[in-house]
């Protein structure tokens, strides 16, 4: 019998067997004092993979954005993003409460904000106005269906937030599959930002984990932050060994790509959906004769499971549990539905 194919979400995935075993035989220690060297490792190693000074182990993807917003604002303080992005829509209205700040999104549904979409909003020469101090970017841009941020128009929003005096953050979730996709390396990627967040268990199969980098200094005062916020861990070297191997896969993720695309390039040939070219392994799809509930429920119907992402929107995620079989089984699918 065919198994369920789950393409809700990359975070859906199991640890193999592999990591299991390494958790289970895991050097640990103390980490709040700084005791586990199974969590200094994969610190070193992610700050060597982002060519930065220092990195921070963290529960959470958001714990990393939201420790990277406090250490660079001031209650009050206006921090720039784009309306697409995770920050913005997903977060539960963490920056407002956690930092005291308000954000202001700009650009258009692509995620991809252009240098004068920043520029044409810093503000804080007056008294009442608030003061812009962050600009943050994604990458990939979830939102906008795992598109690329490219590293040029990265650079160039940089350099007009740099002439500003602001600083910058990467909410690199899935940065992975932003260099699988480009050849560029990560550490390309990341030079431009003060920080950047990067998460374990989305597309490399870790149960959970995500490190924020940046200068020592910088990931220093986010140890107080993460402590503050009650994420220092024990003997989280147990997660942290997961998170090394995790690191691995990294390398392997053209495959999701690979399979998200032949998964879009089918669904293109039906008349019931519009789909956005996947350039990693998010593909957004729009229902043109139905609601995306509706087609939702027959996919689950048929074991093939995908989250709604607006009214006529669906999401599919490819990652590291879904094989070619999978891929198969769900074409299978798709023509006794559409075709
Ligand atoms: C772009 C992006 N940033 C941050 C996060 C938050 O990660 P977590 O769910 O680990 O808090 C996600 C989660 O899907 C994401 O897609």
Same mark, same amino acid.
């Given at each position: 019998?065919?198994?369920?194919?789950?393409?809700?979400?990359?975070?859906?995935t199991?640890?193999?067997?592999?990591?299991?075993?390494?958790?289970?035989?895991?050097?640990?220690?103390?980490?709040?004092?700084?005791?586990?060297?199974?969590?200094?490792?994969?610190?070193?190693r992610?700050?060597?993979?982002?060519g930065?000074?220092?990195?921070?182990? *963290?529960?959470?993807?958001?714990?990393?954005?939201?420790?990277?917003?406090?250490?660079?604002?001031?209650?009050?303080?206006e921090?720039?993003?784009?309306?697409?992005?995770?920050?913005?829509h997903?977060?539960? %209205?963490?920056?407002?409460?956690?930092? !005291?700040?308000?954000?202001?999104?700009?650009?258009?549904?692509? %995620?991809?904000?252009?240098?004068?979409? *920043?520029e044409?909003?810093?503000?804080?020469?007056?008294?009442?106005?608030?003061?812009?101090?962050?600009?943050?970017?994604?990458?990939?841009?979830?939102?906008?269906?795992?598109?690329?941020?490219?590293?040029?128009?990265?650079?160039?929003?940089?350099?007009? =937030?740099?002439?500003? !005096?602001?600083?910058?953050?990467?909410?690199?979730?899935?940065?992975?599959?932003?260099?699988?996709?480009?050849?560029?390396?990560?550490? =390309?990627f990341?030079?431009?930002?003060?920080?950047?967040?990067?998460?374990?268990?989305?597309?490399?199969?870790a149960?959970?984990?995500?490190? &924020?980098?940046?200068?020592?200094?910088?990931?220093?005062?986010?140890?107080?932050?993460?402590?503050? &916020?009650?994420?220092?861990?024990?003997?989280?070297?147990?997660?942290?060994?997961?998170?090394?191997?995790? &690191?691995?896969?990294?390398?392997?993720? %053209?495959s999701?790509?690979?399979?998200?695309?032949?998964?879009?390039?089918?669904? =293109?040939?039906?008349?019931?959906?519009?789909?956005?070219?996947?350039?990693?392994?998010?593909? &957004?799809?729009?229902?043109?004769?139905?609601?995306?509930?509706?087609?939702?429920?027959?996919?689950?119907?048929?074991? *093939?499971?995908?989250?709604?992402?607006?009214?006529?929107?669906?999401?599919?995620?490819?990652?590291r549990?879904?094989?070619?079989?999978?891929?198969?089984?769900?074409?299978?699918?798709?023509?006794?539905?559409?075709?």
């Amino acid at each position: 019998m065919q198994q369920i194919v789950d393409l809700r979400s990359d975070t859906v995935t199991k640890p193999t067997a592999a990591m299991r075993q390494a958790m289970a035989e895991a050097e640990v220690g103390d980490d709040v004092f700084g005791e586990d060297p199974t969590v200094r490792r994969l610190e070193e190693r992610v700050a060597e993979i982002l060519g930065k000074e220092a990195a921070v182990f *963290v529960p959470s993807g958001v714990m990393g954005n939201q420790i990277a917003l406090a250490l660079h604002t001031l209650p009050g303080d206006e921090v720039v993003l784009a309306e697409r992005s995770h920050i913005f829509h997903y977060e539960s %209205g963490a920056p407002g409460q956690i930092s !005291g700040v308000q954000l202001r999104p700009v650009g258009d549904e692509t %995620g991809i904000l252009r240098a004068s979409d *920043v520029e044409d909003v810093v503000r804080g020469a007056f008294d009442w106005e608030p003061r812009t101090s962050l600009v943050c970017l994604e990458n990939t841009i979830n939102k906008a269906g795992g598109l690329v941020f490219p590293l040029e128009a990265m650079r160039e929003v940089a350099e007009v =937030a740099r002439a500003r !005096g602001l600083a910058l953050h990467l909410d690199g979730a899935r940065l992975w599959n932003a260099s699988a996709a480009t050849g560029t390396p990560e550490a =390309a990627f990341a030079a431009p930002f003060d920080t950047v967040s990067v998460c374990l268990s989305k597309g490399l199969g870790a149960p959970v984990g995500s490190l &924020l980098a940046g200068s020592s200094s910088h990931i220093h005062e986010a140890r107080r932050l993460r402590k503050r &916020l009650g994420g220092g861990m024990r003997q989280v070297g147990i997660l942290a060994a997961a998170g090394l191997l995790a &690191l691995d896969h990294r390398h392997n993720l %053209g495959s999701d790509h690979a399979r998200a695309k032949t998964f879009a390039d089918a669904l =293109a040939g039906y008349s019931a959906f519009r789909v956005v070219p996947p350039e990693t392994n998010i593909v &957004l799809f729009d229902t043109l004769e139905e609601d995306a509930e509706a087609v939702l429920m027959k996919l689950e119907n048929e074991s *093939v499971r995908v989250v709604p992402f607006g009214p006529r929107t669906l999401r599919a995620t490819f990652h590291r549990d879904v094989t070619d079989n999978d891929v198969d089984y769900t074409l299978e699918a798709l023509q006794r539905l559409f075709g």
